[in-house]
């Protein structure tokens, strides 16, 4: 799921934390720069996925990406992961989800494709309302997508959300919106 940049990743600065946060599509790498990212690394280092999930999750993938090449109907299109970089459960939560991306492309060989958005205070992001226009009330909100081809137009349609904490894991949750798609 790879999305042009609809206008570079700004940097504005924040009231309430003191401190320049991102705002716009962003990359793991990005958030390096900001004063926060100290926490959120943390977060990164300490997360251990359950690795049979993390296997689980890849074997799903694999089934999904089979399919794609298969099927005429609505079709597994990626996470877009809407954040606040002061936001404590995106501190915690962005850098699990990240974390297990990175398993999964590193030793699973499999990639769980997803867009990075930096909201700010407003949950804006100032991104063009036809590609995002998920309604963000709370931040972290992961939100898996379905996209179905039809007579050369493109939809985008929300097959499931993760919002704000995760019902059991972070990758568990994953595995079961994924093991949805699959039946």
């Known amino acids: 799921m790879l999305y ?4 570079p990743l700004t940097w504005e600065m924040d ?5 320049a946060i991102p705002v716009g599509i962003c990359s793991w790498n990005d958030l390096k720069r900001g ?3 100290a926490e959120m690394e943390n977060f990164y280092i300490q997360y251990q996925p359950k690795r049979e999930v993390v296997e689980r999750i890849a074997a799903l993938l694999r089934v999904i ?5 298969n099927e005429s109907g609505p079709q597994f299109d990626g996470v877009t992961v809407y954040f606040g970089a002061w936001c404590g459960d995106s501190k915690e939560y962005l850098p699990a989800f990240i974390k297990i991306c990175d398993l999964l492309q590193n030793e699973e060989q499999v990639a769980l494709p997803c867009v990075l958005v930096a909201c700010n205070h407003a949950k804006e992001h100032g991104l ?3 590609e995002f226009d998920f309604k963000i ?6 939100v898996f997508q379905t996209i179905k081809y039809e007579n050369a137009s493109i939809t985008r349609q929300t097959f499931a959300t993760i919002v704000e904490t995760p019902q059991a894991t972070i990758e568990e949750d994953i595995e079961d919106i994924l093991h949805k798609l699959v039946k």
Do not use: H, M
């Open 15 to 19: 009231t309430v934390s003191q401190y």
């Open 65 to 69: 990406n089979d399919r794609k090449s």
């Open 128 to 130: 063009p309302v036809q």
């Open 35 to 37: 004063e926060f990212f």
């Open 4 to 7: 042009a940049k609809a206008q």
């Open 137 to 142: 009330e709370l931040v972290p909100t992961f």
